[in-house]
């Protein structure tokens, strides 16, 4: 619920920023904004079933086909409409069925697609969403590619989107890459034997960076794992320059792996998304990502201590 609050605060913000003008008084009658209300699930249903049947029914109520219904629409109202949606479908986040048939009901014109791209954008999309899901935006992607209404600079974006996104998928096997130490040595993700590892893509200097580190090291579960062995910590810094670097590396912890990526591979492969930074992916003994793209150490500690 916490969370939920967060992001509605956020957006509803940014979106109140952009809403349409309060029409004059003389007008108000008729110019009234237009407001979503979403399906309401059987009275029958116990609660978890009631979320299910909104998992695929949340939307009934909305005519996909009725684009001057977006003319009128209370974009703020149903931006909010839209974050509660994604919540709620969030307790599985690699399940993205849900959105896929959403995105095909939104594509029954260019302006209703445009609409859902410009809420999926903010929502599943953006560094600083906490509702942040490549995995419920491949969908979005799929549907702008699949339309035949954009050309084929109006597809570069979403392709190359499409194309990160697809990268590091939870449960599929992390990109590999060799990174440098300060000494010159260098090494591998894969070369790395723990029960899990910590990809901790970072920069020097960087605000959030510093809170993430120190949350790290402020974690008794993360730091007794480390003491263990039972987890490596890889901090990498992804771009060319090193003279930053070199003076902020004293202040990573001695039992972390403090590397840069040489030659900047990682970038100009497009093996992880540096679109924004920092990011933490957590990896199994087998470097499967278990947490992708996140900035949340209690989100890391939670999967650990789920998975027993």
């Known amino acids: 619920m916490r969370r939920l609050t967060i992001v509605l605060c956020v957006f509803l913000v940014a979106v109140s920023c952009g809403r349409r003008r309060t029409a004059p008084a003389s007008d108000a009658a008729t110019e009234r904004p237009a407001v979503f209300l979403p399906a309401i699930p059987p009275s029958r249903l116990e609660p978890a079933e009631q979320q299910e049947w909104l998992r695929w029914h949340y939307w009934d109520r909305f005519n996909f086909s009725d684009t001057l219904f977006l003319a009128r629409a209370d974009t703020t109202q149903l931006v909010e409409s839209y974050i509660r949606y994604i919540a709620l479908i969030s307790d599985r986040p690699t399940d993205a069925a849900p959105m896929d048939t959403l995105m095909r009901r939104a594509s029954a014109s ?131 320059d090193l003279t930053e670097w070199r003076a902020y590396r004293d202040q990573m912890p001695s039992s972390w792996i403090n590397a840069y990526d040489d030659g900047c591979v990682i970038r100009e492969k497009s093996l992880y998304d540096l679109h924004a930074i920092p990011a933490l992916y957590l990896l199994d003994r087998n470097k499967r990502v278990l947490v992708k793209d996140s900035t949340d150490v209690a989100q890391i500690e939670e999967v650990i201590d789920r998975r027993g």
């Open 110 to 240: 260019r302006p209703m697609l445009d609409y859902f791209v410009m809420m999926a954008r903010m929502v599943l999309h953006d560094p600083n969403s906490p509702l942040r899901n490549d995995e419920f935006y491949i969908p979005v992607l799929e549907a702008q590619l699949r339309a035949p209404w954009y050309d084929e600079y109006e597809r570069i974006a979403p392709q190359y989107d499409l194309q990160i996104a697809r990268q590091n998928r939870i449960g599929h096997p992390a990109n590999d890459f060799r990174y440098t130490l300060a000494s010159g040595r260098s090494g591998t993700l894969y070369g790395l034997e723990a029960e899990y590892v910590l990809l901790f893509i970072n920069n020097p200097g960087c605000a959030m960076c510093r809170e993430i580190r120190e949350a790290i090291t402020s974690s008794p579960m993360l730091t007794e794992m480390i003491e263990r062995g039972r987890l490596k910590v890889l901090a990498i810094y992804p771009d060319e």
